[in-house]
Structures are given as structure tokens and as C-alpha cells.
């Protein structure tokens, strides 16, 4: 499958607009959410938001990965599909300095990375399951862009990848919208509970459905 372009100005406008809810919010503004596993969490920055690009390789398999990293374009995310294995790393100093250089968003990585203090140097936000020392192997087996499982979601290219220090959510372009509306209404009706608990010097555990019963 070949690099996403279509509507890029479109998705990277959307990118934007979901980089101003925390994944908790889009989880439940998504109803049905799609999440990687709990495991996969930040090491290096707090936050990641950004067009996917995918790399689909096999367990303890990397080197497909740096030529993944030639595919990349400002605000893209690379998933890395690893399949869970963290005896090994997929990633590190240099594949984050090299990204870094194509301006992407970060890196997301379903196994483990090192060099976490390049990693650091370097800046660019990398999620991943865990921080291992060695190295995976370099046969160049695998594939780019194409749907791939990571952390157990769904991942397509040009999906919508957003993490934080909750975890990371996938977002299909054609979904954006209508979750991020039903956040921003379940964050401004948190909000006015916030108020109305202060205002009485009460609390009120439940956030109702319409605020205006409060």
C-alpha cells in the first residue's frame, strides 16, 4: 500500500484540533475506542499527536524499520508493529535523530527501544512498551504502510494517532468530527459540575447528562 496523500492539508488540520483533548476525553467521546495495550506508554516526551505511517515487522525483526523512517513526512507518527517483543529493541538514538529530522510527531512502538538518553537528546517523543540494550535483527523482512495490529488496535495508515501519559488511542480520519464534539460536550458539562460543586460547597460524584438539572 502506497503512502497515504489525499487530504493532507484536511488531516493535519484535524491533527490540531484532537492534539487539544487528553486521550481520555477522545476515548469517551469515541464511545467505542480503539487503544493500545496499557504497556505502551511515553518515555521519552509526555505527548504524541500525528498522522500514521505503518510499519509491519516480524518479532524480533527491525531493519525493515529504518527504511519506514525515508517514508515519513512532517507530523507523521511511525507505528511500529513489533508484535509485543521487548527482548529486543526496535528502536533508538539514531532512527529518533533521523525522525527527528523529517519533523515527524514521534514514534510509537508495540516492543521495546535503547539509547534512551539519545532518545532524550534527540527529542522526538517515543511510546513504546518497554527499554531494553539490545538490538533486533537487521534482515529487512516486513512491510510499510499497510494495516497492522498494534497493542492489539487497529492501525491504518493515515489514521489519527494520539498518546499521552494515559495511553495511546487510534482514530479514523472519518470519525474525527463527531469525537471531538461528544469530548468537547462531556468536558464542558464536567466543567459546569466543577462549578456548580464549588458554588455549593457540595459534591456531586455523577456528571449528569444535562447540566441544566443540576
Given at each position: 500500500?502506497?503512502?497515504?496523500?489525499?487530504?493532507?492539508?484536511?488531516?493535519?488540520?484535524?491533527?490540531?484540533q484532537?492534539?487539544?483533548?487528553?486521550t481520555?476525553?477522545?476515548?469517551?467521546?469515541?464511545?467505542?475506542?480503539?487503544?493500545?495495550?496499557?504497556?505502551?506508554?511515553?518515555?521519552?516526551?509526555?505527548?504524541?499527536?500525528?498522522?500514521?505511517?505503518?510499519?509491519?515487522?516480524?518479532?524480533?525483526e527491525?531493519?525493515?524499520?529504518?527504511?519506514?523512517?525515508?517514508?515519513?513526512?512532517?507530523?507523521?507518527?511511525?507505528?511500529?508493529?513489533?508484535?509485543?517483543?521487548?527482548?529486543?529493541?526496535?528502536?533508538?538514538?539514531?532512527?529518533?535523530?533521523?525522525?527527528?529530522?523529517?519533523?515527524?510527531?514521534?514514534?510509537?512502538?508495540?516492543?521495546?527501544?535503547?539509547?534512551?538518553?539519545?532518545?532524550?537528546?534527540?527529542?522526538?517523543?517515543?511510546?513504546?512498551?518497554?527499554?531494553?540494550?539490545?538490538?533486533?535483527?537487521?534482515?529487512?523482512?516486513?512491510?510499510v504502510?499497510?494495516?497492522?495490529?498494534?497493542?492489539?488496535?487497529?492501525?491504518?495508515?493515515?489514521?489519527?494517532?494520539?498518546?499521552?501519559?494515559?495511553g495511546?488511542?487510534?482514530?479514523?480520519?472519518?470519525?474525527?468530527?463527531?469525537?471531538?464534539?461528544?469530548?468537547?460536550?462531556?468536558?464542558?458539562?464536567?466543567?459546569?459540575?466543577?462549578?456548580?460543586?464549588?458554588?455549593?460547597?457540595?459534591?456531586?460524584?455523577?456528571?449528569?447528562?444535562?447540566?441544566?438539572?443540576?
Amino acid at each position: 500500500m502506497g503512502r497515504v496523500n489525499k487530504n493532507r492539508d484536511k488531516l493535519s488540520g484535524i491533527v490540531e484540533q484532537i492534539r487539544c483533548f487528553t486521550t481520555p476525553e477522545l476515548c469517551d467521546g469515541a464511545g467505542l475506542y480503539r487503544s493500545m495495550d496499557w504497556r505502551i506508554k511515553p518515555w521519552v516526551g509526555e505527548r504524541v499527536c500525528g498522522i500514521a505511517v505503518t510499519v509491519d515487522v516480524p518479532s524480533g525483526e527491525g531493519g525493515l524499520i529504518a527504511d519506514a523512517i525515508l517514508e515519513l513526512a512532517e507530523g507523521d507518527v511511525l507505528v511500529v508493529a513489533g508484535k509485543g517483543n521487548c527482548g529486543c529493541s526496535y528502536w533508538g538514538d539514531h532512527r529518533s535523530t533521523c525522525a527527528a529530522m523529517k519533523k515527524a510527531a514521534g514514534v510509537v512502538i508495540d516492543g521495546a527501544f535503547r539509547d534512551v538518553e539519545g532518545c532524550e537528546k534527540a527529542g522526538l517523543p517515543v511510546f513504546a512498551r518497554g527499554l531494553t540494550c539490545g538490538t533486533a535483527g537487521k534482515s529487512g523482512v516486513g512491510a510499510v504502510n499497510v494495516s497492522v495490529s498494534c497493542g492489539g488496535a487497529a492501525v491504518n495508515p493515515g489514521d489519527i494517532i494520539a498518546g499521552d501519559r494515559n495511553g495511546v488511542v487510534v482514530i479514523r480520519p472519518d470519525e474525527a468530527e463527531e469525537i471531538m464534539a461528544r469530548a468537547m460536550e462531556k468536558r464542558l458539562r464536567q466543567e459546569a459540575v466543577i462549578k456548580r460543586m464549588k458554588e455549593m460547597g457540595q459534591v456531586i460524584p455523577k456528571i449528569p447528562k444535562n447540566i441544566e438539572n443540576l
